[in-house]
C-alpha cells in the first residue's frame, strides 16, 4: 500500500468516499428533490393540482 500506517490509510480512504458519497448524492438526490418540489409549486400556483371548469364555484350554479 501507498500508507503503511493504518490511521493514515483511513484518512485517506475517507478523503476519496466522502466526495464519492457526496457526488453521487448530487446526481441522483438533487434531480429529485427538483422535480417534487416543481410539482408542489405548481399545483401551488394553479390551485392544487385540480382542473378548473369555467362555471365551476359560481354562485349561480346551485
Keep these: 500500500m501507498l500508507l ?3 490511521f493514515l490509510r483511513s484518512i485517506g ?3 476519496m468516499l466522502i466526495p464519492l458519497v457526496a457526488t ?3 446526481l441522483t438526490l438533487l434531480p429529485i428533490t427538483l ?3 416543481d410539482q408542489r409549486s405548481t399545483a401551488a400556483v ?3 393540482g385540480r382542473a378548473r371548469t369555467a ?3 359560481s ?4
Design 35 to 37: 422535480a417534487v418540489g
Design 4 to 6: 503503511p500506517v493504518p
Design 24 to 26: 453521487v448524492a448530487a
Design 46 to 48: 394553479w390551485g392544487g
Design 59 to 62: 354562485a349561480g350554479d346551485a
Design 13 to 15: 480512504v475517507g478523503g
Design 55 to 57: 362555471g365551476a364555484g
